[in-house]
């Protein structure tokens, strides 16, 4: 019998991609919707309505995703959109990290992590010497990657009802 550690497993791949194609748009509605539903039930004990995610998918537009001040990344796995990460320029230093989601079949496969390192390489080229982001304290897990990536807590740097806490990270420089 043959051993399951010697199948060949699929690729993960992480590229640029427009926030308007169908697989990243796709992400980020996954995405409004799962921090909607995970808002909703903690604080109304009830999931979103279809409603409060298009108002949440018009309300933060992923527009500043795009070249040349910013870009969102896409992970597959053999092929199928599995996460997402996005990055935008804040200033000439200062880059910011958005929309970080992987869907709940990629959590645990470490998917996470190189976007995450993938969108600090993205920062670092477009000039940025730092990355910020903000979250909720109810992303748990968002909260635990960020700190074990070396992230820290910072002051606010914009007002959000829905930004509770704030972390930074010094990258280095691109190579010109």
Same mark, same amino acid.
């Given at each position: 019998?043959?051993?399951?550690?010697?199948?060949?497993?699929?690729?993960?791949t992480?590229?640029?991609?427009?926030?308007?194609?169908?697989?990243?748009?796709?992400l980020?509605?996954?995405?409004?919707?799962? *921090? %909607?539903? @995970?808002?909703?039930?903690l604080? /109304? =004990?009830?999931r #979103?309505?279809?409603?409060?995610?298009e108002?949440?998918?018009?309300?933060?537009?992923?527009?500043?995703?795009?070249?040349?001040?910013?870009?969102?990344?896409?992970?597959?796995h053999?092929?199928?959109?599995?996460?997402c990460?996005?990055?935008?320029?804040?200033?000439?230093r200062?880059?910011e990290?958005?929309?970080?989601?992987?869907?709940?079949?990629?959590?645990?496969?470490? *998917? %996470?992590a @190189?976007?995450?390192a993938?969108? /600090? =390489?993205?920062? #670092?080229?477009?000039?940025?010497?730092?990355?910020?982001?903000?979250?909720?304290?109810?992303?748990?897990?968002?909260?635990?990657?960020?700190?074990?990536h070396?992230?820290?807590?910072?002051?606010?740097?914009?007002?959000?009802?829905?930004?509770?806490?704030?972390f930074?990270?010094?990258?280095?420089?691109?190579?010109?």
């Open positions: 019998m043959p051993d399951p550690a010697d199948t060949p497993r699929p690729p993960w992480l590229a640029a991609e427009p926030p308007g194609s169908p697989d990243a748009a796709a980020l509605r996954d995405y409004y919707t799962e *921090v %909607a539903d @995970r808002y909703y039930e604080h /109304e =004990r009830r #979103s309505t279809p409603e409060e995610i108002q949440g998918v018009a309300d933060y537009p992923s527009g500043c995703l795009t070249p040349p001040h910013g870009l969102l990344l896409v992970a597959r053999g092929g199928t959109a599995a996460g990460a996005g990055v935008r320029l804040l200033d000439a200062t880059a990290l958005k929309q970080m989601y992987v869907r709940p079949g990629g959590r645990g496969l470490g *998917v %996470a @190189r976007l995450l993938a969108a /600090e =390489r993205a920062a #670092s080229e477009l000039g940025a010497e730092r990355i910020r982001l903000d979250t909720r304290l109810d992303l748990v897990e968002a909260v635990a990657l960020y700190r074990r070396g992230y820290a807590e910072i002051a606010p740097y914009h007002v959000d009802p829905y930004a509770e806490i704030f930074e990270k010094r990258i280095p420089r691109a190579a010109p």
